[in-house]
């Protein structure tokens, strides 16, 4: 299968080179609004680069969009017009009206879109939701959910990535909807400005909290910060009737105990997304391949990207009118 790849910045050359490895992918080309990056990129992977992203959209069987957010919305429409089979990283747009736009044009048209929400195919994450649908988890009481950067971003990129939780919250958001096969009825979010003053300038925090209460009453636990002196440090721990577990404490999780005798922090611990969730993108990247070739169907749809982007609207919200907030305000 011949793969146009739309983007070359981080993701983009993360997910060229991964491609370049992909089961079924016979040839992958680039294509980059910044041409000389994308031919950098294509040479220093052996691959094609186009002359412009149309052009590489045309060539191909199927598309892979790895470009700025605010491109997203846009190329979506332009790759499943020319009848593409089209995998997106998160998010569709920042705003629900062009999110609703692309959704209600998808279904409409058929098309056949997969939204990239990498948790979906960790073992962890995987493992979780089976222990909850085999009911071993029983019923569930609480799950706490922790995303800590090791980094704050750069800052031209704080005003345009939605803020804290549509930016790196959402990903959580997807990911107690995958696991519980549950609905958030209600969310209550607050946050602050505490280690970087950069992002009280663009409106933004650089450290989130959120209770979530999903529709069967269990409550789910958000904290979010982007910073961690340590690593890269994503965690979901569930407790419930039947069984309590944890995903992302392994080896390599940027945290120590104080008990003695207890863990201490790793000598190699994550230092970033890519190295958490290699395994991961891989895997998305190799299912989306069985989805273009019409094997199985998408198993990240548009519509999830848009509830967990309903949701993350509902925690700014709630931040900024210091309420809680149901679900079926955020329409």
Not at 184 to 201: H, I
Not at 264 to 278: G, H, I, S, T, V
């Amino acid at each position: 299968m011949h793969l146009a790849l739309i983007g070359t910045g981080r993701i983009g050359r993360y997910h060229a080179a991964l491609l370049t490895s992909t089961p079924g992918v016979t040839a992958i080309t680039v294509a980059d609004v910044d041409q000389p990056r994308a031919a950098a990129v294509a040479a220093d992977l052996g691959i094609e680069a186009a002359a412009s992203v149309t052009a590489a959209i045309t060539a191909a069987d199927a598309v892979v969009i790895a470009a700025a957010t605010d491109a997203h919305a846009d190329l979506i429409m332009e790759s499943t017009a020319a009848g593409k089979p089209t995998f997106c990283e998160k998010p569709i747009a920042l705003d629900l009206a062009s999110t609703r736009t692309v959704v209600d044009h998808v279904t409409a048209t058929g098309a056949t879109v997969h939204m990239g929400f990498q948790r979906r195919f960790d073992p962890g994450y995987r493992a979780a939701r089976q222990l909850v649908a085999t009911g071993e988890l029983g019923t569930i009481y609480v799950i706490r959910m922790v995303g800590h950067d090791p980094q704050p971003p750069h800052e031209a990129y704080i005003p345009v990535s939605g803020g804290l939780f549509r930016d790196f919250g959402v990903h959580d958001f997807d990911a107690i909807r995958y696991v519980t096969g549950d609905e958030v009825v209600e969310v209550y979010a607050d946050g602050a400005v505490l280690g970087f003053p950069v992002f009280a300038t663009y409106g933004d925090i650089d450290t989130g909290v959120a209770i979530l209460t999903l529709g069967s009453g269990a409550r789910a636990l958000l904290s979010s910060t982007r910073h961690n002196p340590h690593g890269y440090d994503i965690r979901m721990e569930l407790f419930g009737s039947g069984d309590s577990a944890v995903v992302g404490w392994d080896e390599r999780t940027p945290l120590r105990s104080l008990e003695p005798g207890g863990p201490q922090l790793p000598a190699d611990p994550y230092p970033d997304f890519q190295a958490r969730f290699r395994t991961a993108y891989q895997r998305e990247l190799a299912a989306f391949v069985e989805v273009a070739a019409g094997d199985r169907p998408s198993p990240c749809t548009v519509v999830d990207a848009l509830e967990a982007l309903r949701i993350a609207v509902a925690c700014d919200r709630s931040r900024a009118e210091h309420r809680p907030v149901r679900l079926e305000e955020v329409a």
